[in-house]
């Protein structure tokens, strides 16, 4: 069911690969609450996803952007402010990626090289954006700007290799960019960490399978799905939340405070 929470609204949109993507949900969940928006993402990963299909059915434009280079991130945002005759309302950053992940490099055997480009493509692409953005007074006031990020930025999860040093330079980096768009015109900045999810992008994890179970059996109102964690964005893009900003706020069924639960007791006690 649509409100209407964003009537009105101008946002880009970075990351939506495929319909599996956290971000590909946010796009329609923006568009079904009455905001217009811009697709973007790295010119190869538009090669390899379907965004032109998300950008049809959303009455988008796609404009490809490097999030690493800030001479792509201020053409995205020039060209933005001029298809929407105006300032941006609000911003989603939905990027990660490890290349020691992807290169099956264990932790204990990390590639620096390979560390170095996951963390400007995860982390410092935020900064990049948000500095772009706020040296072009590109976003209106009291506009909205989330990223996504994990637990794993606060606990070990061994699997999930450098991407928790990339997750804790984001939530740090939205603090302290928080403060200080926050004192220039109120814009907020704020971090969601998301469930496990089956997207396209965290399937490929080691042992994902067995780590989202075990999530879910842990969280007492189960794991959050991609389109539950779209309706979450969507109200903190809306003027409902105004005054929320510099939090990691977990939208997650209540693992981050759950410590065991019953279930996982009743089966690990069945295996003795």
């Not at 965004?51 to 009455?59: G, S, V, Y």
């Not at 976003?139 to 909205?144: A, E, L, V």
């Amino acid at each position: 069911m649509s409100h209407k929470l964003l009537k009105g609204k101008k946002g880009i949109i970075f990351g939506a690969l495929d319909s599996k993507s956290i971000a590909w949900k946010v796009a329609e969940e923006a568009v079904a609450n009455g905001a217009k928006i811009i697709l973007t993402n790295a010119p190869i990963a538009l090669r390899m996803g379907s965004i032109n299909e998300l950008a049809t059915k959303c009455n988008s434009k796609v404009i490809a952007a490097d999030a690493t280079s800030v001479s792509d991130l201020e053409n995205l945002f020039l060209t933005a402010m001029q298809d929407f005759d105006g300032k941006i309302d609000f911003v989603l950053h939905s990027i990660g990626m490890s290349v020691n992940v992807r290169k099956k490099r264990d932790y204990t055997n990390l590639n620096y090289d390979f560390l170095i480009k996951g963390l400007d493509v995860s982390a410092i692409s935020f900064h990049k954006m948000l500095q772009v953005a706020f040296q072009l007074d590109a976003i209106n006031d009291f506009g909205s700007v989330l990223a996504l990020t994990y637990i794993a930025a606060q606990r070990t999860f061994p699997d999930y290799n450098d991407m928790a040093e990339n997750k804790s330079y984001l939530e740090s980096i939205a603090r302290s960019f928080g403060y200080h768009y926050g004192k220039h015109n109120h814009v907020r900045i704020n971090t969601i960490s998301q469930s496990p999810t089956m997207t396209t992008a965290g399937s490929g994890v080691a042992g994902f399978d067995g780590f989202f179970e075990y999530a879910d059996k842990i969280s007492p109102l189960g794991n959050a799905s991609a389109e539950d964690c779209a309706k979450y964005c969507i109200t903190l893009f809306s003027d409902y939340t105004k005054l929320v900003t510099m939090q990691n706020l977990f939208h997650d069924g209540g693992f981050s405070n759950t410590g065991v639960s019953k279930e996982l007791i009743d089966i690990l006690g069945k295996k003795k």
